[in-house]
């Protein structure tokens, strides 16, 4: 019971902080989602910042997710692998009603002034990027990048490249900047 | 004198916002900064919404004084005039102390829930977007870039992979991510 109140309130919390951000939501909004009194919320977490931090960790279950479907298929080539897993990115994003990515909200929100944010959102892409870059290194291994590869520089520009697309994509509620970005970069990361 | 006062105002909220946000931003802080009376804000703006989108309009002015500078340079070919443009924009990121970009960030935070920011910031990018759009046609006209190139389109992707960038330079208060995005888009976009 406890644990369902407990996951009640992560749940709300994902939706509601990709739409309103951080500043504009309050906890009375996550209370009134979830029929939960305020008593119940600070039991489970310690501030609206302990809140959110763990909104992100339950973010990043998803993301893993992700990743694991799209780069353990090992029956597709590895940039095919790379690719899906933004693929699945997008599916998500068509499903929340495109507001684009939780990651690159709060940290463009946060990380002028937060610096628990900033270190938070920066290691939540850097273990993707790692991840992203044991895939490069073996479609480099693969012959299907350039020998002079960087794949670690590879993710990074991949995952940097997506989150621009994604702002945009949320300003517009549009997947179209999403696709014509895979577009470009799988295109062209295989060449020299 | 009064003028003044409008200016400080404007100037105040381009550092405030680009740190802080919209939301994390009290008027307050802005009278605090300027040593402006609360009346005299409200004399000039009817409310912090009005005042932040009049910042905005400010931050367009310092942009596209940028276009001019580096798109009117036509002594150079016309994908460096582009990628000076974004040279430019770096080299103000590192004066303000690498907080990265004031548009990418507000349309963030707040395009989930405040139509009037979501539409005027996604009106911004296509305003740069067209002037970036005009360069890359030249580009094409000169055979700097391919015959198929939509032009309108590869300015798009370059101002999206941009604000990618300048969100992790944000994080990281590192430019690193700006130059290796630049590098990559302008290396590949002349491969077909």
Redesign the interface.
């Known amino acids: 019971m406890a644990q369902n109140t407990r996951e009640t309130l992560l749940d709300a919390g994902l939706t509601l902080l990709?739409?309103?951000?951080?500043?504009?939501l309050g906890i009375q909004a996550v209370l009134k989602a979830t029929g939960t009194p305020r008593g119940s919320f600070y039991h489970f977490f310690a501030s609206k910042e302990a809140f959110a931090l763990e909104v992100v960790d339950q973010y990043m279950v998803e993301v893993h997710q992700g990743l694991d479907a799209a780069l353990g298929d090992t029956s597709l080539p590895p940039l095919e692998r790379a690719r899906h897993f933004f693929e699945l990115s997008r599916d998500k994003y068509r499903r929340d009603g495109y507001?684009?990515c939780m990651l690159?909200?709060l940290?463009?929100?946060?990380?002028?002034?937060n610096p628990a944010f900033?270190r938070k959102?920066?290691e939540c892409?850097a273990v993707i990027v790692q991840r992203l870059a044991d895939c490069m290194q073996e479609a480099k291994e693969a012959g299907d990048l350039p020998a002079d590869t960087d794949p670690q520089?590879m993710a990074?520009?991949l995952?940097?490249?997506?989150?621009?697309?994604?702002?945009?994509c949320?300003?517009?509620r549009d997947p179209a900047?999403l696709d014509?970005?895979l577009d470009?970069y799988f295109a062209?990361a295989q060449?020299a």
Chains 1, 2 share one sequence.
């Open positions: 990709l739409r309103h951000g951080y500043n504009d507001f684009g690159g909200g940290g463009q929100e946060l990380s002028g002034t900033a959102i920066e892409f520089h990074d520009l995952l940097n490249c997506w989150e621009g697309a994604a702002l945009r949320r300003l517009r900047p014509e970005m470009f062209r060449s």
